[in-house]
């Protein structure tokens, strides 16, 4: 049976005869268990504690004159369309400096931004990015990416030891945490995806493993290949799980002792709330909202782009130093709650208004 034989289909298209324009809202994310798809999730429980009506993504012939948030900002810049209904959409990451499929997208935003109605920004990199196209600032909200604290228990000794044995790592071990994609494509990912920068998560684990031969990796996330086949090459031990369940995620930070974002680019990325949550120190490059979010030294360390030898230092700072990490870990914690999903209901409220009616 196709969609629009279903019963619930014709009931709701009846009912949308009856819709004052723009007063529903579409939101769509990616397939099934990924990063966007669980955005759209969270999105849609922030909407309707607004009191906003959201209709299923999967109707989208419903869709004209009413409001569309597409989690992906591929679907309407790569092939652009004149929109039949008010849109919006998050721009995360695309430094046009070194991204020509972003400057392509920007150059999209930059002819067209009349017909766009608002873009969420996760961090004030972007936030200028995206306003250098030439687009209304009131069109632009600067949101960051937020948490939902009820996935992410901050780890204890017993926490981590419980995880370690279920995930067979020694409990001995120095664990350091990677959690994301980093190579092209959704296969096994041998080819690094530079703007994850795994050649220099590689570099800062060939660094700190001349001190710390205990060190231990645990990896989540598909298409990691390169940093597997980087770490055998170095004989650096570790695991790699692959999660069916975004959710799933908080017990794998439970094992760890630190959590480092090596990337050149990013708009979050979401792990820098995930560990913060998780009571893990974490050490990043300037990057995305990590650079908007962590105080250097205070809730967690930042090193230039590219600087592995910053990335190394930091990390065995923070394991060496009992107080620094106790208080990085504390005020991590502290920083998440502030950006949970329900503290940033005002700053959705703000974008929503007058976007939908």
Known sequence: MKLQDTPQYLKTSLESLFWPPHSKLFIKGDHANWSLYWDAVELTTICRQLGIPVINSKYRRLMKNQCFFNMSRYEFLENWEKPDCRIAFPYYHGNPAHDEGSRKMLQTISQHHNDIDRIQVSCRFMEEVILNTGIAREKVFLIPIGINRNYFTPTTPSLKAEVRKELGIPQQAVVIGSFQKDGNGWQE????????????????????????????????????????????????????????????????????????????????????????????????????????????????????????EALAHWTGKMLQDSSLRKTCINNGIDTALANNYQQQLPLWKEFMTRFIE
């Open 189 to 308: 990912g041998l080819e690094p995806k530079l703007i994850k920068g795994p050649d220099i998560f590689l570099k800062t684990l060939s660094i700190l493993t001349a001190d710390i031969p205990e060190l231990f990796v645990l990896l989540t996330g598909p298409a990691r290949g390169y940093v597997k086949k980087g770490l055998d090459a170095m004989q650096i031990p570790y695991t790699h799980r692959l999660l069916n369940d975004y959710t799933e995620i908080s017990r794998y930070y439970n094992a760890l002792d630190a959590y480092i974002i090596s990337s050149r680019d990013e708009g979050g990325p979401k792990a820098v709330l995930e560990a913060m949550a998780s009571g893990i120190p974490l050490i990043s490059t300037k990057v995305g909202q990590a650079t908007d979010l962590i105080r250097h030294g205070e809730n967690g360390f930042l090193a230039e782009i590219e600087d592995a």
